[in-house]
Each structure stands twice: as C-alpha cells, then as structure tokens.
C-alpha cells in the first residue's frame, strides 16, 4: 500500500464542512469518492482537521492508503479532472507509510478575511465579512499579540466543544490592512479549537469599534468564559492557509 500526500485548495461556498455527514455534501466526500472512481478502492481521507460550513482552504493537507500503481502525476491530473472547480488538488507525492496528516501536524495557519468598506464587495461577499464602519486598526493590534503564547482559549471556544483540554499555544498574530480594503488576520497555533479563531475575530471587532479595550479583550481571554467574548465572525472569511510539519 502507498501513503499520498495531498494538499488541496478549496471553495467552502455551497459545501457542509470538510468532515464526511450523511445526506450533505462535503469537501471530503467529493475527494473520496473521485479517487474511488480512478482508483476503483474505498478510499478514506485523513486531514489535518476539520473545517466548518463555508470555511475555505488555501493549503489542507491529507493523506490516504492506496494499492494503485498509478504514478503521481498521472492520479493528480485524474483527480483535478473529475473535481468540481471549486476544489483543486495542488500536489499530490507519496510519502512515508507513518505519515498521519492529522498526528504529525506541528502548526496551522489561519487567515481571516474583513472587507472594510463603506460599499460591499460583489467579489469578495463569500470570502470576507463585511463591515461598513471604519475599525480601530491599532487596538486590535494591540488585542491581537496578547494572544500570543500558551494560553486556556475556553473563552473562544464553541459551546458544544467535545474536548477537555483548552490549551493552546498561539506562536504569531498579524493584523494588516491592503489597499483593496481588505483587514487580513493571521494567526498560527500548534492546535485552534472549535470556532476559535471565528470567536477571537468577533471579539477584536468590539476591540476595533470601540466597544472593547485591549485589556477588557484580555480579561475576556483569561474569564474562560465564552459567554463574555463576542459574536462568532461568519464562516465565509475563514480560510485554512497553511499546516506545518
């Protein structure tokens, strides 16, 4: 059998997540069952992890056993010929039979997008959340790098979590502004929880409008209760960058 590594890029627009569910289309899924056709296997993915509801993906990486002997090149073009044009395989190499895409992630990479304009995009309205206000750019800075270091996330984790162990190491933030309007936030982790990164956002623009100061969105952050930080920033800004191994 042969372990492939495949980094995939994709449109979450219109999918239910990444994670295979019964009677909704997923990123997953569509993978699977188009590597089955070429492969004639049952194909299972293993990802780095999941990504919700409309969450997008510049660099996802999986893995999955195969007994086919079709060379590499060849399965990539297959693939990226019976995928949906909102999904592309980006590479596709074998690598060693223990390589687990989840268990051997060092670091993920986040990437949120919020088009700050006083007009909304018709371009950017499934890659960003639009808000029409000018925000505070230095105080969600200032908000942003207290991040940074090992810390109990219970604050921005979702309700319905199903773990027990909240901490987190956050090892770079950056908040940056383009000349297209776009506000860029990057955040790296050795591991994010459920809907972590979507709540920190929802919180640094109370921090950006003034509702918050960067020492309130402290105070939130060490509370451990999600019920003091803010909304949850809506999924389409959402992109997986990047997994470090």
């Not at 909102?86 to 687990?100: A, C, M, P, Q, T």
């Amino acid at each position: 059998m042969r372990n492939l590594k495949i980094i995939v890029e994709y449109d979450g627009t219109g999918y239910h997540g990444w994670q295979r569910q019964r009677g909704d289309i997923t990123i997953q899924q569509t993978i699977e069952e188009k590597v089955g056709l070429i492969t004639q296997e049952k194909i299972k993915l293993i990802a780095s992890g999941r990504t919700d509801a409309g969450v997008h993906a510049l660099g996802q990486v999986a893995n999955f056993k195969t007994g086919s002997k079709i060379a590499e090149r060849n399965l990539l073009r297959g693939m990226n010929s019976l995928l949906p044009g909102e999904i592309v395989i980006k590479s596709l190499v074998e690598v060693d039979e223990r390589f687990h895409a989840r268990y051997d992630a060092k670091s993920k990479v986040y990437l949120y997008h919020i088009f700050n304009s006083s007009v909304p995009s018709a371009l950017y309205r499934h890659y960003s959340w639009f808000i029409p206000f000018p925000l505070d750019m230095d105080n969600m800075k200032t908000a942003a790098r207290q991040l940074i270091g090992s810390h109990d996330f219970s604050s921005f984790c979702a309700a319905n979590n199903d773990t027990s162990d909240y901490i987190r190491k956050v090892i770079n933030v950056s908040i940056n502004q383009g000349e297209d309007g776009i506000i860029r936030f990057f955040i790296e982790a050795n591991g994010f929880l459920r809907y972590m990164v979507r709540n920190i956002v929802g919180t640094l623009f109370d921090v950006g409008r003034g509702e918050l100061s960067p020492s309130e969105f402290l105070d939130i952050m060490k509370a451990k209760d999600r019920n003091m930080a803010g909304i949850t920033a809506p999924p389409q800004g959402l992109f997986l960058k990047e997994v470090k191994y």
